[in-house]
């Protein structure tokens, strides 16, 4: 007989000068709060328009509330929703007086939480339910939304699906041997986990880009002192956040600041100027920003134009590549841009001044174009893994390699469906729908054990 009560307030879209607070009831007894509350037997997702009326009788506010029957709710439960006045005094009220009757709060997540019990969503969309609430950017949001409406549970399944078979064949020489079946086919197995193997190795490789879409693009800004990076920050950011100054050096420590670049969430980076002769200090800086570079997913390398020279470690060096560097030539309001060194062949390039703001539209372009070639495609969907899907999927691979050297060696079934089965257990952590019945279904479905 569970029932809660969960209050979302401030939170909705206003109306006029108030807003709207959303109060949710789950639970067994969540129509009996309804008859009582309003005086009417509910309707199910028939919304309806009436007096909140406290156990006393007194009027607490003007609501509309619905009521949806199980399992045709989100959580699955009966689910009471009322949408009050978003006064926090009013939206207090109301649930002081539901906690009378007989409800609780819920606990963080809590709804989420039941709605996966109740078999309403995998693992990975509840999950999603938290990564839409906190998404930073349209391609996050997109993520999310594709994420909460099953594209990882799809890809899973599939591979779960491939495995449960692979897995049963083995299963049938153990728990079978004196059936009628057909001899062993090593060949067979090896074939299926080969496909889970690279099933698992194309999810493992969004994992970066599921960090990406949470976090951000580390976007990190490298050049000489004094060719315009920190007012190349500025206007990307829509304010001065960084301090402009005609004296070399002035950034000493790195300057991040998170803004949205079309449909992209960038972290973008102003680093201590590349002063080939540093002071102490400006040295530290230095050693920053090539620590920094490391771990760089874009780089915009800005050179002013009237000093077009840029001597670069080794190490930063090879880090450019044409599919994550922007050359950015500044202050064309000077003087016209020179050719790019040999060196620097192949590298996109725009011209902008960051003074008169020319070219800052090209360059917002330019930094899309190389944003979107971080997204990975996984089927038709793109999938973006957590941490935790990751470390799932590690481990899958590591059980799935173990049973292919098995599978060749010769070894005996039993250690083969070992490693199996705990490949199936990792990948059945990601979703959290793989049991042992399904194993058994896969398994007299495909052989006539028994008949």
């Not at 500044?330 to 070219?359: C, F, H, Q, R, Y």
């Not at 173990?402 to 490949?423: C, F, I, M, N, T």
Request: glycine share 8%.
């Amino acid at each position: 007989m569970s029932r809660h009560v969960e209050t979302i307030a401030a939170l909705a879209t206003p109306v006029g000068t108030a807003a709207i607070a959303l109060v949710r009831v789950s639970g067994t007894e969540a129509g009996r709060v309804a008859r009582e509350i309003f005086g009417v037997v509910p309707q199910a997702r028939r919304v309806r328009h009436g007096d909140y009326r406290d156990r006393a009788g007194v009027v607490l506010d003007d609501v509309v509330w619905v009521f949806f029957a199980g399992p045709g709710s989100y959580t699955g439960e009966d689910t009471l929703e009322i949408s009050c006045h978003g006064n926090p005094y009013v939206a207090q009220r109301v649930l002081e007086d539901l906690l009378a009757r007989g409800c609780r709060a819920a606990e963080p997540g809590e709804f989420t939480q039941r709605a996966f019990l109740g078999g309403k969503m995998d693992l990975s969309q509840a999950e999603a339910v938290m990564d839409l609430i906190q998404a930073r950017s349209e391609r996050a949001l997109v993520a999310a939304n594709r994420q909460l409406r099953g594209s990882l549970g799809r890809q899973m399944a599939v591979l779960i699906d491939a495995l449960l078979l692979g897995l049963a064949r083995v299963e049938a020489y153990i728990d079978f041997p004196d059936e009628d079946l057909p001899p062993e086919d090593r060949a067979v197995v090896a074939a299926q986990v080969a496909d889970v193997l690279r099933g698992t190795e194309r999810l493992l490789a969004t994992s970066h880009y599921g960090e990406v879409l949470r976090h951000g693009i580390k976007t990190v800004i490298i050049g000489e002192p004094n060719a315009g990076k920190s007012s190349l920050l500025n206007c990307l950011v829509g304010r001065d956040r960084a301090i402009v100054s005609p004296e070399p050096g002035t950034t000493r420590d790195f300057i991040e600041e998170v803004v949205n670049i079309g449909p992209h969430c960038l972290r973008l980076i102003d680093t201590a100027g590349l002063n080939p002769a540093p002071g102490v200090v400006e040295k530290l800086g230095i050693e920053k920003t090539f620590e920094i570079a490391g771990e760089a997913d874009l780089f915009m390398v800005v050179m002013a134009v009237n000093s077009p020279t840029l001597l670069l470690d080794n190490i930063l060096r090879e880090k450019l590549r044409p599919e994550n560097t922007l050359v950015v030539w500044n202050k064309i309001d000077v003087a016209p841009a020179p050719v790019l060194a040999d060196s620097w062949k192949g590298l996109s390039t725009i011209e902008v001044s960051a003074v008169t703001g020319s070219g800052l539209e090209g360059l917002r372009t330019k930094i899309i174009a190389l944003a979107d070639g971080l997204t990975p495609a996984v089927g038709e969907d793109v999938v973006a893994i957590n941490a935790r899907h990751a470390q799932a999927l590690k481990q899958a691979r590591a059980d799935l390699a173990a049973a292919a050297e098995k599978l060749v060696a010769g070894e005996a079934a039993e250690l083969l469906a070992s490693d199996l089965r705990g490949a199936l257990a990792a990948l059945g952590e990601i979703s959290g729908k793989v049991d042992n019945e399904r194993m058994l279904d896969a398994l007299f479905a495909n052989f006539c054990i028994g008949k």
